[in-house]
């Protein structure tokens, strides 16, 4: 397919290994106890085994990954050199642009000096870690096992030992934290002078333990006054510590430190996720592999595709996906996307401050920003 040849490739590493399960999490990540037998060896070779045949799938056809990005779970419960191997490997099977970002999430317990040096060493560019909160009873509620300051320990740790892209995760909205708890967390990632800052509004999940916490009314339910008034609350320290949203939930000091990874998903890139439960997309078709590491690393060591089920975009999905993506980035939706009635609702978003136009774009305003889905629900036909 020409497209693919003419559209940047992203690759993603989902290592589904967590020491502990967090409360409010519904990812597709194992403890242990839950893994029965199938642990980090027979992971990495079929991550291995895959890496293999995506490179026999893609065959030559994409430019080089101009990101990668290991994803959990928590990756850093793999060693340096575990990581940094399976990295080799990708660059070996798709070569790397000599601008490459690649990223790491990171659970801050897990990091240590050596692994940065080894991390860096071995080709990594930034570091992704999640933080959620410096309160100690939010961080209780959500079921972190980090203390508080360990992320702001660690961002210290690797800006010295040379990573010049370090993020942090933020969750607001948990559980009895107050707005005043909120701001506390955000100066206190501010402190240590990160290049990038998400924040997360809590979603409570069906099926986790925080949700049925709620439903037994042994936690209350934040509401969406309390939501919006901590995203203004992000908005205004970030922006005054010189950050801009260049995402709804995504601040960065100017735009050389966006998470481009990131982007590669808002704009449509073609991108492949290795590893079990990840996600893939060229050329207008989406897959999806197994969830569970037994049942992928079972598949590729029987010479099987790990694949789960598959989907054909077609056009008109295509265009309200980019709709539903590209309008959350403050450089805005072009026209061109928008049809003729979607454009004839386009005042009506203006004349209500949701949206303002920009040279040949429609970007969301603060206010559009806090309704982001509903404006996008108003917009489409």
Not at 98 to 104: F, G, L
Not at 216 to 243: C, N, Q, S
Request: proline share 4%; charged share 25%.
């Amino acid at each position: 397919m020409a497209e693919l040849a003419d559209t940047p490739l992203s690759l993603y590493v989902h290592v589904p290994f967590c020491s502990t399960r967090c409360g409010y999490c519904d990812f597709n990540t194992y403890t242990n106890s839950e893994l029965q037998g199938s642990g980090t060896a027979d992971y990495l070779r079929a991550a291995h085994a895959e890496i293999d045949l995506a490179a026999r799938v893609l065959d030559g056809r994409t430019p080089p990954a101009s990101t990668v990005f290991f994803g959990g779970g928590t990756p850093t419960l793999l060693t340096g050199s575990e990581l940094t191997g399976l990295l080799a490997h990708l660059r070996d099977a798709f070569g790397l642009t000599s601008d490459a970002e690649v990223t790491t999430e990171a659970n801050p317990e897990t990091v240590t000096p050596e692994l940065l040096d080894e991390l860096l060493t071995g080709g990594f560019t930034r570091l992704s870690l999640g933080m959620q909160s410096s309160n100690e009873k939010v961080l209780q509620v959500l079921e972190r096992r980090h203390t508080p300051g360990r992320a702001l320990e660690v961002a210290r740790m690797a800006h010295a030992a040379g990573f010049s892209d370090v993020s942090l995760d933020l969750i607001y909205g948990t559980p009895g934290e107050s707005l005043d708890d909120w701001r506390a967390s955000l100066e206190s990632a501010l402190s240590v002078d990160p290049e990038h800052i998400s924040a997360y509004a809590l979603i409570v999940e069906d099926g986790t333990r925080l949700a049925n916490q709620i439903r037994h009314g042994k936690l209350p339910m934040t509401d969406d006054d309390d939501l919006a008034d901590k995203y203004l609350a992000a908005e205004e320290l970030l922006v005054r510590a010189g950050f801009e949203a260049y995402e709804v939930s995504n601040w960065s000091k100017g735009v050389e430190h966006r998470a481009r990874h990131n982007m590669a998903y808002w704009l449509g890139h073609t991108w492949w996720g290795i590893g079990p439960g990840a996600h893939s997309h060229a050329g207008g078709v989406r897959w999806w592999n197994v969830k569970h590491p037994r049942t992928y690393a079972a598949a590729l060591t029987d010479g099987r595709s790990p694949g789960a089920g598959r989907e054909i975009l077609e056009a008109p999905d295509r265009r309200v996906e980019r709709v539903l993506l590209e309008l959350r980035l403050s450089d805005g939706l072009p026209w061109s996307v928008l049809t003729d009635s979607e454009l004839g609702r386009v005042p009506d978003l203006v004349e209500r401050g949701l949206a303002k136009i920009t040279h040949d774009c429609l970007v969301l305003t603060l206010k559009g920003r806090l309704l982001a889905d509903a404006v996008i629900r108003d917009l489409l036909d």
